[in-house]
């Protein structure tokens, strides 16, 4: 269950512009989506079905690449706190870089989800901020990674009220600088 805390911050970073409303038109969907997500039984359906409703407006059927494990974008990142392995970041993140490069879904849309509450995450301490800076460090590395094989990626933030789920989108520059004025660091 989502904590007060975490109420009280989500709150917040929807009101400092970090985690935005959807805007289905934003990401180019029409070839399909690589969907990075935790598998999370309660959650994942919503994730999968929200993903699903962005792209019906751009394409007739539905084309999700879906790679799933234990907190979803926050396992790729480097020495991810989420894995029991340290070094089995490097074989999820692997699979973003195959999806688009070796597998030849000719899929350029990328969407990295984590999530809140994740079991993941709580099991190994990881409070949401630094949630949500490992998911930015894993952008950013998927798009260093990719820079020869253009891609759109886009983290989503998926958040479970209790009574209600909803995804947001992640904005990077709001959340570096909302990052800098409460000098967080995450450092991975
Ligand atoms: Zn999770």
């Known amino acids: 269950m989502l904590s007060n805390e975490d109420r009280r911050l989500i709150r917040e970073l929807r009101q400092a512009g ?13 070839s399909g989506t690589v969907l990075v997500t935790c598998a999370d039984a309660d959650r994942f359906p919503d994730i ?12 007739t059927s539905s084309r999700i690449h879906t790679l799933s494990w234990h907190g979803g974008a926050i396992a790729c990142a480097p020495c991810s706190p989420v894995n029991k392995v340290k070094s089995a970041d490097r074989v999820f993140f692997g699979q973003i870089i195959d999806a688009r490069c070796e597998v030849k879904t000719d899929i350029p849309a990328i969407a990295l989800y984590a999530h809140a509450p994740c079991g993941a995450a709580a099991l190994h301490h990881i409070d949401l901020v630094t949630v949500i800076g490992l998911q930015m460090r894993v952008k950013q590395k998927v798009k260093s990674r990719l820079r020869d094989y253009p891609a759109a990626i886009a983290p989503f933030f998926h958040v479970d009220y209790g009574t209600s789920q909803r995804t947001y989108f992640l904005c990077r520059t709001k959340w570096e600088a909302w990052a800098d004025d409460h000098g967080i660091k995450i450092v991975c």
């Open 48 to 59: 999968f079905h929200h993903q699903e409703k962005m792209q019906s407006e751009q394409r």
């Open 18 to 30: 970090v985690l935005k409303d959807i805007e289905n038109h934003l990401l180019d969907q029409r």
